[in-house]
């Protein structure tokens, strides 16, 4: 393993900004776009960026507290030894390649990735499976690494504890750092932003990116084919929508003044919910100096398409 820098006595920040220097493992699903909770653009933004954001939240923050109490149960669980890396190590052929890893496994060529789970998300791990991202996660560890064997220890909260063995696959490895080689050189270091997945989260990175206009109208080329494809689309989302609104209306006058209809394959529910709502308009008539006090204003750009 070729050592890039020693994270023993690294600050947070200083953290951060050796990260920036190449694709790390919780990059890597998203890389692939096997992360359900971030994006290739996402990582894009971040290593081309010279903002340092230290994000952090309550679910982070469990999953830092617990890591040693993970490592812990892992060794009770299987007898093995761990010890920490306290280092971040680079892949001696494509140093863009990071690792910043949980443990090293003692006496193996193996390492220790240790995880957090919610109970909702038990059915991720259940019958051996592990998460896709996490799968990726692993493999890039090895890749690094040059180890043989991952494992992946996994505490979901209040109801189990558990751990699997990832074996070193050649293959999958190889197309592995031929995804990471090419966003590395042909996305970040050429500074061209990755397509689009299509995702929620892809919609906010395009926002914050592109926050300004310029008032100019530029030509539209390339694009008709997709276009139509989209009016298709939308038209068919409409019937649908259309369709699903018709059953839920015959349902609502199947029940009536019953909140609950039920069956032995499903439940029905329609019951009386209130809720309080400012009435902006009233405000800003009767409190005029209240309604400028506290009103925000919010910049967006609006999209739309019309047919020529």
């Known amino acids: 393993m070729k050592k890039l820098v020693s994270t023993l006595k ?7 900004k050796y990260r920036k220097q190449g694709i790390g493992g919780s990059d890597a699903g998203a890389v692939c776009g096997l992360n359900p909770y971030r994006t290739a653009m996402q990582v894009y933004q971040d290593k081309v960026s010279e903002e340092i954001e230290e ?7 469990q999953g830092r507290e617990f890591e040693d109490y993970v490592a812990r149960r892992f060794t009770e669980a299987t007898g093995k030894k761990v010890r920490r890396a306290n280092a971040m190590f680079y892949h001696e052929k494509y140093p863009f390649m990071l690792a910043d890893v949980d443990r090293m496994v003692v006496g193996e060529n193996a390492g220790l990735e240790c995880k957090t789970a919610s109970p909702y998300m038990t059915e991720q791990w259940e019958n051996g499976k592990i998460p896709l991202s996490y799968q990726i996660q692993c493999l ?6 040059n180890a043989d064997a991952w494992y992946i220890a996994v505490l979901i909260y209040g109801r189990e504890f558990k751990y699997y063995k990832m074996e070193r696959d050649e293959e999958m490895i190889a197309d592995l750092i031929r995804i990471e080689q090419n966003f590395w050189e042909n996305h970040v270091l050429k500074e061209q932003m990755p397509s689009p997945d299509g995702s929620k989260i892809a919609d906010s990175v395009i926002s914050e990116c ?4 310029i008032p ?11 276009l139509k494809r989209r009016q298709e689309i939308s038209e068919i989302i409409g019937k649908m929508d259309t369709e699903k609104r018709q059953i839920e209306q015959e349902l609502k006058l199947y029940l009536g003044e019953a909140e609950i209809a039920e069956n032995e394959q499903y439940r029905v529910s329609w019951k009386a919910v209130e809720s309080n709502r400012l009435d902006e308009k009233r405000l800003k008539e009767e409190q005029p100096e209240i309604y400028e006090k506290y009103k925000k204003s919010v910049l967006s750009r609006r999209f739309s398409v019309k047919a020529a």
């Open 216 to 226: 100019e109208t530029i030509p539209l080329t390339g694009f008709n084919e997709k």
């Open 55 to 61: 994000i952090d939240n309550e679910a982070m923050r």
């Open 210 to 213: 592109f926050k300004q206009t």
């Open 140 to 145: 890039h560890y090895m890749a690094v690494c």
């Open 10 to 16: 690294l600050d947070k920040k200083e953290w951060l």
